[in-house]
């Protein structure tokens, strides 16, 4: 299981309509093969400010989401209600606690030279 992180800034005024947006994009990705959950967060100290965290099966199951029309149509909606590039972090998932129960994810393999990724990209 694989959890990205993407942090993204609005712009002044548009948060109902970028949230709305976004909501419509989970609601989305919930009938995609391989997605495990989500959440869509605003900080308290910058309310334009977003932190979505997706959770998936696998990174191919992520990947193969943004290759479907709603996801580059949701992507064409909120391009222009962001200040800038979205910042990614990917996360391999150790330990899934719930209120339904707790999942283990197996060890990851080792991957030589490989740390987790800041990359920026639209």
Same mark, same amino acid.
């Given at each position: 299981?694989?959890?990205?992180?993407?942090?993204?800034? +609005?712009?002044?005024?548009?948060?109902?309509?970028? #949230?709305? /947006?976004?909501?419509?994009?989970?609601?989305?990705?919930?009938?995609?093969?391989?997605? /495990?959950?989500?959440?869509?967060?605003?900080?308290?100290?910058?309310? !334009?400010?977003? /932190?979505?965290?997706?959770?998936?099966?696998?990174?191919? %199951?992520?990947?193969?989401?943004?290759? %479907?029309?709603?996801?580059?149509?949701? !992507?064409?909606? +909120? %391009?222009?209600?962001?200040?800038?590039?979205?910042?990614?972090?990917?996360? #391999?998932?150790? +330990? #899934?606690?719930?209120?339904?129960?707790? !999942?283990?994810?197996?060890?990851?393999?080792?991957?030589?030279?490989?740390?987790?990724?800041?990359?920026?990209?639209?």
């Amino acid at each position: 299981m694989v959890t990205i992180v993407t942090n993204v800034e +609005l712009k002044e005024g548009v948060d109902r309509k970028w #949230d709305a /947006v976004m909501g419509s994009r989970m609601t989305g990705a919930k009938k995609r093969q391989g997605w /495990v959950g989500g959440q869509l967060l605003r900080s308290e100290e910058r309310p !334009r400010r977003r /932190v979505i965290i997706g959770t998936w099966k696998t990174r191919a %199951d992520w990947e193969l989401w943004h290759k %479907d029309p709603r996801f580059a149509e949701t !992507r064409r909606q +909120l %391009d222009g209600l962001v200040t800038g590039p979205e910042e990614h972090w990917w996360h #391999d998932v150790v +330990l #899934d606690v719930r209120k339904g129960g707790t !999942r283990r994810a197996p060890a990851a393999p080792k991957r030589a030279g490989k740390r987790s990724s800041k990359r920026r990209s639209r």
